[in-house]
């Protein structure tokens, strides 16, 4: 009985949905190369889902809280010092928030998430190498086509100078986008090496290639010479080999880690020791003495301190999003484009009931995850893995945000916010499986 009922959801799936999910695949494979082209091509697969499953859409319980949350931030704005900067920051966020709402209707299978997986992978090839030749060919070339269509800049030596950025025009921009497609391209990496080790001699070509990608990737992420995304990437090995239960390989990559961590922040006696085998590109990058003199203003705890006492000031509305800038600029006379965490900015210049909204919202698709991960019946064994991966992602993200702000970048958020969207519809599909099984028994 219930195997007919997911034969006919999965019949239905194919034959309603199957070209608007690959004009939504098309549109992730470029959209590193092409925003706009990326940007279109994934407002008209929303617009096409909202039409088609509107009635579903606005049943779900989770998109009235996305619903209230953009009154408030609209309210937000509504009361900033600067209306025009604050209305346009609702563009920021708005959008995504239906670009999530259509996408978690749209994507419920975990051919889907592997697809995903695939098209992330590829995608990053070509900035990958863009950004490879930036760094050690010295290329350097701005690159338009019919305006912005495709438009491409290569700073020579990379932004900042000596660290790669490829086309995101800054190194930690790249570095977060990166980390991202190296978490989720990770899983299907193991999902594969797993084939293979059954003797699935068609895995073996796959395999290969992401072993290769997944090698590129990891060079450049270590190019960006970004604390921040080094720190979530080993995390994600650590979370992996957890997950598998690689015991050795955990050991392994601690000791490490403490190695480098030693060499960075021990006393000196013991860090000297620990820095003969440790390269200072690592060590003197943790504890900036690559980077010595810094001003205070430019300090990641000058400016969360900045943004909490701005938080404190208006505690309901906030300042207006996009304030931020102008505010610290007045105060520390240093231009500054955020704080360097998502939190502590939307506190700012939206107010706590927003943010505790949001992260309210945000909370519960990942607990709701990571208990359809661990309690669901009907997750294939083989599923388990790549829906681990995308959980993994979201929480790499969070990891990110704690630390810098990766919505001013149209490729990177409306990646992340497909990411939720993959989780949430494979969340309420299965649950539904689980709830009608339920009531069968």
């Not at 943790?286 to 205070?296: E, F, K």
């Not at 909490?308 to 484009?337: C, V």
Request: hydrophobic share 55%.
């Amino acid at each position: 009985m219930l195997g007919a009922s997911l034969n006919k959801v999965s019949d239905y799936f194919k034959s309603r949905w199957r070209s608007s999910w690959n004009y939504s695949l098309w549109a992730l494979l470029i959209f590193p190369l092409s925003p706009l082209l990326g940007a279109v091509t994934v407002g008209f697969v929303s617009l096409i889902t909202w039409l088609k499953q509107s009635r579903k859409i606005n049943r779900r319980p989770l998109n009235w809280g996305f619903a209230l949350l953009s009154l408030l931030l609209i309210v937000s704005a509504g009361f900033a010092d600067d209306k025009t900067a604050a209305f346009l920051g609702l563009f920021n966020l708005l959008p995504f928030f239906l670009l999530f709402v259509a996408h978690s209707a749209l994507i419920q299978t975990f051919v889907q998430l592997r697809q995903m997986a695939w098209v992330l992978v590829i995608g990053s090839i070509p900035v990958v190498i863009l950004g490879l030749g930036q760094l050690f060919l010295g290329w350097s070339f701005k690159f338009q086509f019919v305006w912005v269509v495709l438009s491409w800049t290569i700073r020579p030596g990379g932004n900042p100078p000596g660290r790669i950025a490829s086309l995101f025009l800054h190194a930690n921009t790249f570095a977060a986008y990166l980390v991202i497609v190296f978490i989720i391209g990770l899983g299907l990496w193991l999902e594969n090496y797993q084939q293979l080790r059954a003797k699935s001699q068609e895995s073996f070509l796959p395999f290969l290639f992401l072993t290769v990608a997944m090698i590129t990737n990891f060079i450049a992420l270590i190019f960006t010479n970004s604390r921040n995304g080094w720190a979530i990437a080993i995390f994600a090995c650590l979370a992996y080999a957890l997950y598998q239960g690689w015991r050795i390989l955990v050991g392994g990559v601690a000791a490490i880690v403490s190695s480098v961590l030693l060499a960075a922040f021990a006393p000196s006696p013991v860090a000297q020791f620990f820095r003969q085998y440790v390269p200072a590109f690592f060590w003197a990058r943790l504890n900036d003495d690559m980077y010595p003199d810094r001003p205070v203003a430019l300090m990641r705890k000058t400016q969360w301190g900045f943004a909490w006492s701005l938080a404190q000031e208006h505690p309901l509305t906030g300042w207006g999003l996009r304030s931020f800038s102008r505010l610290y600029k007045a105060q520390m006379q240093i231009p500054l484009g955020h704080p360097h965490n998502f939190f502590l900015m939307l506190s700012a210049e939206t107010g706590f009931p927003s943010t505790l909204l949001f992260c309210a919202l945000l909370a519960w698709i990942l607990i709701t995850g990571i208990q359809l991960l661990r309690k669901s019946k009907h997750i294939n064994t083989e599923d388990r893995l790549i829906f681990f991966s995308y959980l993994l992602a979201f929480v790499g993200w969070m990891l990110l945000n704690t630390v810098d702000v990766t919505l001013f970048d149209f490729r990177l958020n409306a990646l992340s916010w497909i990411i939720f969207a993959a989780i949430c519809g494979v969340i309420h599909r299965y649950n539904q499986y689980d709830k009608l099984a339920s009531h069968q028994n």
